[in-house]
C-alpha cells in the first residue's frame, strides 16, 4: 500500500538538529518514499535559544528539499509546517507569520518540555484553542505528567487537543515502556496521528514501513488507515 502521510518530520537541511546536508535529506526521503509515504509535512524545530533559523534560510532550504522530493517521485509531495517549542509569545509569533502553522492550516504541531506542568500545557493550549489554531501535542509519550496520568491526555482532547505519537515510540525503539505506553493509548482511541519524527538515517531515522505493518497487526489496516492517511487528510483540508 502507497499514499501514508507523514505529519511529524526533520528533513530541511541545516536548520535544526536535522540533516546536516541535502544529500541526507535525499536519504530520509527516499527512504520515506520506499515505506509508503507519498506526503510530508515537514516540520524542523521552532525554539527560543536552541533552534531560530530565520525565515528566510528555512523557505530557502526547503526549496532544495522540494526539488530533490521530485527527483525521487513525480507522487512525492512536501509541504512546510513546523514543529512549534511553545512559549509566551507563540500565538503573537504564529498570528504575524514569524513561522509557519502546518501547510498553511489553522493546525499547530505543538512541542513541551519532557517535565512540562499540567498547568502550564493545559493554558497553552486553550490560548492556542481560543485563538483558533488547533493544536497537535507532539509526542505526547514523552511527557512526565501524561505518562503518569492518561486522565491529563483525555482532558486535553476534551478540549480540543489532538494527539500525534512517534512511529519510533510505537514500535519500541525508545524502550519498551514507551512501546507499552503507545499501544494503551493506541488501544483507548487516544491518538489521531502517528509521524516518524525522523531526523536522520541513525537512530532518529524514518520507520513508517515498520510502523504500518505493526499497527495493520495490532488494530486492523482500517485503523491505519484512518491515522496516516483519513486523519492527514482531514488536516490539510483543515477540517
Ligand atoms: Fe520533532
Redesign the pocket.
Given at each position: 500500500m502507497i499514499g501514508y502521510y507523514d505529519i511529524?518530520t526533520?528533513i530541511i537541511p541545516g536548520v535544526d538538529d536535522g540533516p546536516r546536508s541535502i544529500e541526507l535529506s535525499r536519504q530520509i526521503l527516499q527512504q520515506e518514499y520506499d515505506d509508503g509515504v507519498r506526503t510530508i509535512i515537514c516540520?524542523s524545530?521552532w525554539r527560543r535559544g536552541m533552534f531560530e533559523p530565520s525565515m528566510r534560510r528555512l523557505l530557502a532550504n526547503f526549496e532544495q528539499v522540494k526539488e530533490v522530493a521530485k527527483e525521487i517521485g513525480d507522487d512525492l509531495t512536501v509541504l512546510l509546517g513546523c514543529?512549534f517549542h511553545v512559549n509566551m509569545e507563540m500565538i503573537e509569533t504564529l498570528k504575524n507569520g514569524e513561522r509557519p502553522t502546518m501547510a498553511q492550516t489553522r493546525y499547530v504541531l505543538a512541542e513541551f518540555k519532557n517535565n512540562v506542568e499540567k498547568k502550564y500545557m493545559r493554558e497553552r493550549c486553550y490560548a492556542l484553542l481560543t485563538h483558533g489554531y488547533q493544536p497537535i501535542l507532539?509526542h505526547p509519550e514523552r511527557y512526565d505528567v501524561i505518562r503518569k496520568d492518561v486522565d491529563f491526555l483525555r482532558d486535553l482532547i476534551k478540549m480540543g487537543c489532538y494527539v500525534q505519537i512517534n512511529s519510533q515510540s510505537v514500535l519500541g525503539d525508545d524502550g519498551f515502556f514507551m512501546k507499552l505506553f503507545c499501544k494503551k493509548i493506541i488501544r483507548e482511541n487516544l491518538v489521531h496521528f502517528i509521524g516518524s519524527?525522523a531526523h536522520d538515517m541513525d537512530k532518529r531515522r524514518p520507520t513508517m514501513g515498520r510502523c504500518v505493518q505493526y499497527l495493520d497487526k495490532l488494530m486492523g489496516p482500517e485503523y491505519t488507515r484512518r491515522i496516516l492517511i483519513d486523519n492527514p487528510k482531514k488536516l490539510l483540508s483543515d477540517n
Open positions: 511529524h526533520h516540520t524545530h514543529e507532539a519524527d
